[in-house]
């Protein structure tokens, strides 16, 4: 059998919001490092070396480019902010399984619950602006398959279609809805750009 290096692209980070339903993943993430390490001390004796261990430490953090998501962007600063727990899941595209249903796809995951105790970001002039978290799970992590948002999973799974047919078995109300709107309704009249320039109200959890 042949072997082949792993592909980092294919190791994704979601979050949740403790006590929330839907799980996102970090926009346009760049790289994941996670160590988790544990000390171990030894103690001499007439038998030989005794080994006792400390505690687990298990910190994650994520990079990235930040996006338009303005939403998210905001949510994980206040997360610092308020010290609000969040649920995260490294998730594992390249090793996946059939759900329990027959047709779900799942994917070996990684699961932390925990707080995210540094949200940094980089406003550059010229590059674009970078992100960086740092999260640091309570307890030990879980391993087990997860599925993962539908909206995820019709982007990694799309099949070939020809020209004269539609991918709308794969297509959601709002796509269809979108696909058919006349270019006009795209256009901004100039009172509602003012009005979205200046709100300044904070998204809501």
């Not at 294919?10 to 799980?23: D, H, L, N, P, S």
């Not at 970090?26 to 400390?54: C, H, W, Y």
């Not at 799970?137 to 993962?148: A, D, L, S």
Request: net charge negative; aromatic share 12%; hydrophobic share 25%.
């Amino acid at each position: 059998m042949t072997q082949k290096a792993g592909d980092g692209n294919k190791v994704i980070a979601y979050f949740r919001e403790f006590g929330a339903t839907t799980a996102w993943k970090m926009l346009f993430q760049t790289e994941i490092e996670n160590a988790p390490t544990r000390d171990r001390e030894s103690t001499p004796t007439k038998d030989g070396g005794v080994s006792s261990s400390a505690s687990l430490e298990d910190e994650v953090t994520v990079t990235g480019i930040r996006s338009y998501d303005f939403d998210q962007h905001i949510r994980f600063k206040l997360s610092v902010r308020d010290d609000i727990s969040y649920e995260l899941w490294i998730v594992y595209m390249e090793k996946s399984k059939t759900g329990a249903d027959g047709t779900t796809k799942e994917y070996f995951a990684e699961y932390r619950q925990g707080y995210i105790t540094e949200y940094s970001g980089t406003d550059g002039a010229e590059d674009n602006p970078e992100v960086e978290l740092t999260y640091l799970p309570e307890g030990k992590y879980q391993i087990n398959y997860t599925p993962i948002p539908a909206q995820d999973e019709r982007m990694l799974n799309y099949v070939f279609q020809r020209m004269d047919d539609t991918a709308a078995s794969n297509a959601t109300e709002e796509d269809k809805a979108n696909a058919n709107k006349p270019l006009e309704e795209y256009f901004t009249s100039d009172s509602s750009e003012t009005e979205t320039s200046t709100d300044d109200s904070t998204p809501t959890a």
